[in-house]
C-alpha cells in the first residue's frame, strides 16, 4: 500500500531553517515525481516544489526560490525540502506528494507536516 510519511516539521523564528522529510512505501520511488505542497489557514493549497525521478534540478514557486531545496535519495525513497530563510508567510501545513512522471495528476498524498514561522 503507498504511503507518505512527512516529518521535521516545527516552530522556527524567522530567518532559521528547517529540514522536511518524506518517507514512501508501496510505490516504486524512481518512477514518481515528489513535490511538496502547503496550505496555510484559511488559504488555498499551493505547490511548493517537485523533483523528477533523476534527482536533478527541482522546481520551485517563485516565493521560495533561492530559499528552497528540494531532493531525494532513490536508494532511501526518501524527498526532503530544506528550507532557509524562513518568513512568517512560509507558516503552513506542507504536504508531501507523489505523482507518475508524464503525467500532471499527484495521484497520492501524504498527511503533511506543521511548520510555524515567528517574528
Known amino acids: 500500500q503507498v504511503q507518505l510519511v512527512e516529518s521535521g516539521g516545527g516552530l522556527v523564528q524567522a530567518g532559521g531553517s528547517l529540514r522536511l522529510s518524506c518517507a514512501a512505501s508501496?510505490?516504486?520511488?524512481?518512477?514518481?515525481?515528489m513535490g511538496w505542497f502547503r496550505q496555510a489557514p484559511g488559504k488555498e493549497r499551493e505547490f511548493v516544489a517537485a523533483?523528477?525521478?533523476?534527482?536533478?534540478?527541482?522546481d520551485y514557486t517563485d516565493s521560495v526560490k533561492g530559499r528552497f531545496t528540494v531532493s531525494r535519495d532513490n536508494a532511501k525513497n526518501t524527498v526532503y525540502l530544506q528550507m532557509n530563510s524562513l518568513k512568517p508567510e512560509d507558516t503552513a501545513i506542507y504536504y508531501c506528494?507523489?505523482?507518475?512522471?508524464?503525467?500532471?495528476?499527484?495521484?497520492?498524498w501524504g498527511q503533511g507536516t506543521h511548520v510555524t514561522v515567528s517574528s
Open positions: 523533483i523528477t525521478w533523476s534527482g536533478g534540478t527541482g
Open positions: 508501496g510505490l516504486t520511488f524512481s518512477a514518481y515525481t
Open positions: 506528494a507523489a505523482k507518475i512522471v508524464g503525467r500532471n495528476q499527484y495521484n497520492y
